[in-house]
């Protein structure tokens, strides 16, 4: 399914005015940096989506930490996978036929697995990469780099 694009909390608009949309890989990864570095609960809309990654910031950097990012971010993920899955139950739901929901929802944009959780700290970020799989086998990654005042992506 294709969503708007964001940058920086503002949707983006082609040379023509028209909003940009992307979808497969790329609307993934938009996705999990929503996820990922909105506060869980802020949205009290979507209170499921986020973690509590800032909570990290400003502690001392040791394998207790790594272990702790690690964690948050694999619940996250997780969620992000049933919310996915849930999504499709629901438009199943509604078309009543699996397989029209099926292509309604664009496997390309769903994440069949993850791959290659790593968390590592430098002096001042605390770094991640995550390696995801679609069910159309397309692979992709997000890497960000959280400190105190930015949030870097790649």
Known sequence: MKTWRIKNG???LDSTGRIEYIN???KIIQDLRHWLLNYLGHNKFHPEI???LDDF???QMSS???AGVRAVVTNALNAYMTNQMSDLKDRIAERGDPYAAIGAAEP???VKSWSGLEVWPDYTNINIRIGFRTFTDDIGEIELAISN???QSG
């Open 10 to 12: 503002d949707v983006l």
């Open 24 to 26: 497969h890989t790329d």
């Open 50 to 52: 986020g973690t509590v």
């Open 57 to 59: 910031l400003g502690n």
């Open 64 to 66: 207790t930490l790594v």
């Open 108 to 110: 390309s944009g769903m």
């Open 149 to 151: 005042n930015v949030v």
